[in-house]
């Protein structure tokens, strides 16, 4: 019975182990994978990877990927400006007035927010964006992106407020502040934290591609830096060039999602770096 | 001093109210989102009936809308089947995972652990996207063939595989993509039950693996609330099984056969759809389906996570 028991212990563990493995084995073979058909695309383009625009499909030239590169720029800077502040300010509310009704409902739709296929915030902005103001441009996409990463940055703003322990806050009502300007110095007690909360923003706005399919247009020979016109974005391309049948733009697509994937782990690593200084 | 009291109360509901326009945000957006979605979606409800729910045939036509059929049905049935086959994958590998970082990793292995997890969680949907055109559907396409020939008499494996580009890689691909987020909320869960049950286990001279199980046990409705929200981000992912699903317009009988889904068939039609009368609101009306089968499991997840931190 004894012998028995310590049998299914042993097997349990090895089936855990080699699960949990495998469970996290595809990451290393999807970066292994980015890696090694992206990086000889962009040494076979050269330079011009970063300058010139996509070249003729069937092109024995490959071109490069300027345009998407300038476009993705613009919808990170115009979407965190819009949509960091706003998250920032539903964290607050969610941390100073946590015991209210409200706050609860409020939590309860931020996360549902979460649930709504991105999909359908370009569908959203195409119908409430785009088509009034008569043509897709990179603020439209900006817009939609500003929605995606609202209640990722919210919950982590809120997580981090609220990380901060209580003897903090107890202390500056004591000293007879107001919640206005409490709720201000518990974010800078937090500022890291709050920080990691922008980064995931930042992330998304840049990975995100559903959100654009029907909003920034893929302007894809522009370098036009107006954000009111048509622009393109980094995985737009990947997502539009990687299932035709011409070879020059697999390549690209390929060396567009290796940008990618590099763009995103170096925001991860920064995040390890600020957040592990956070513990309080 | 106790005079200047009411003062500081008006500045803190001051603070509360300005406040309130911001965070009422996420309620506006999913309520406009609604409305937009029934606005449109409703004219093909009431033009083709009930019809565009249940037919499985879509034959666009660009200059009557009398001629063309539009059905949604292999689209729903696609985005169901897909996301029920990422669950059951998913779930085992997130347990394990869980098991793995919170009773068997030592604890500077665990961080490594859970930071990978967050990298699997951040990586971009696209890059699985270009994973899956790349590499997991050319590596199943051998297999899918294989399946087929000797299996062939069950309706599961019957049909010709393509590729590899089928219902079961874009339900492969969306397993591996929801791992992180069912790990997440089984994770927390399991760190929140006091210790005192995990010392009475232990003291007992339980194994284990039977006071593994025991506290799995206590954190059921979590597991129940991670399928839930897999199930829903399995169900709302776009770009990666677009590349993968095949986009063809078959019910999702034969799982090794191309299919589609409602998210896939959106991003593959929704842009020149107004070059169709009516197309583009058949497909605010699969957007609703979408909607409303995303409420609902996050809805119910969050229900149920309630349930949890009652019970233990």
């Known amino acids: 019975m004894y012998k028995r028991r310590i049998m299914k212990d042993r097997l349990f563990t090895l089936a855990v182990s080699v699960l949990g493995l495998l469970a996290l084995a595809p990451l290393f073979h999807i970066i292994y994978t980015v890696t090694v058909r ?13 300058t010139e625009p996509p070249a003729p499909p069937g092109s024995e030239r490959l071109g490069g990927i300027a345009p998407a590169l300038l476009g993705s720029f613009w919808l990170a800077l115009i979407s965190t400006m819009l949509g960091i502040p706003l998250a920032f300010l539903v964290g607050l509310f969610l941390y100073e007035f946590k015991e209210s009704r409200l706050a609860r409902l409020v939590r309860v739709f931020t996360m549902s927010l979460l649930e709504i ?8 902005v195409y119908t409430i964006v785009v088509i009034p103001l008569g043509g897709f441009s990179v603020a439209a996409g900006a817009i939609a992106l500003a929605i995606v990463m609202l209640p990722y940055v919210a919950t982590y703003v809120e997580r981090a407020l609220d990380s901060v322990p209580a003897t903090y806050r107890e202390a500056a009502l004591g000293l007879g502040l107001s919640r206005a300007r409490t709720s201000l110095i518990i974010a800078g007690i937090a500022r890291r934290g709050v920080l990691a909360g922008f980064l995931i923003g930042f992330a998304k706005a840049i990975g995100e591609t ?3 399919l029907f909003t920034v247009g893929s302007a894809r020979n522009s370098l036009n830096p107006s954000p009111f016109e048509p622009g393109d974005a980094v995985p737009l391309l990947v997502f539009q060039f990687i299932a035709t049948p011409y070879e020059n733009w697999i390549k690209l697509a390929w060396g567009a999602a290796f940008v990618l994937t590099v763009t995103v782990l170096t925001v991860f690593i920064a995040l390890r770096v600020v957040v592990r200084e956070v513990r309080l | 001093m106790a005079q200047k009291r009411p003062a500081e ?25 609604l409305f937009v979605l029934t606005a449109k979606g409703l004219p093909a409800l009431e033009f083709y009936g009930l019809k565009v729910l249940t037919s499985t045939r879509w ?28 669950v059951v994958i998913a779930l085992p590998l997130s347990l394990s995972l869980t098991v793995l970082v919170e009773e068997l990793a030592p604890s500077r292995v665990r961080d490594i652990l859970s930071s990978l997890v967050d990298v699997m969680a951040g990586m971009p949907t696209i890059v699985y996207g270009v994973w899956g055109i790349g590499f997991l559907a050319p590596i199943l396409a051998p297999i899918y063939s294989g399946l087929q020939s000797t299996l062939g008499s069950l309706p599961l494996f019957s049909c010709e595989p393509t590729g590899g580009f089928s219902i079961l890689t874009a339900g492969l691909l969306l397993a591996i993509m929801i791992i992180p987020f069912i790990f997440a909320v089984v994770k927390e869960a399991y760190r929140a039950i006091p210790a005192t049950y995990r010392e009475a286990a232990l003291s007992l001279g339980m194994t284990r693996y039977e006071y593994t199980r025991l506290l799995m046990g206590m954190i059921k409705p979590a597991i129940i609330a991670g399928v839930l929200l897999g199930f829903g981000r399995a169900a709302s992912e776009t770009v990666a099984v677009a590349l993968v699903v095949g986009n063809a317009f078959n019910l999702p009988l034969c799982i090794i056969g191309p299919g589609i889904t409602v998210s896939s068939l959106i991003a593959n039609q929704f842009g020149e759809a107004n070059l169709y009368p009516l197309m583009q609101n058949v497909l605010y009306l699969g957007g609703l389906v979408l909607l409303v089968l995303g409420l609902a499991s996050n809805f119910l997840g969050i229900l149920m996570l309630t349930r949890v931190r009652v019970r233990v």
């Open chain 1, 117 to 124: 296929p991105t999909i359908l915030v370009g569908m959203l």
């Open chain 1, 38 to 50: 992206g990086v000889p695309a962009i040494l076979e383009a050269g330079p011009s990877f970063f």
């Open chain 1, 210 to 212: 559903a959100p654009l």
């Open chain 2, 9 to 33: 109360a008006r500045s803190d509901k001051l603070f509360y109210y300005a406040l309130i326009p911001f965070a009422s945000t996420a309620f506006l957006i999913i309520l406009l989102t």
């Open chain 2, 59 to 86: 034959l666009p036509n660009e200059f009557d809308p009398e001629k063309a059929v539009y059905g949604l049905l292999p689209a729903i049935a696609g985005t169901l089947v897909t996301a029920i086959i990422a």
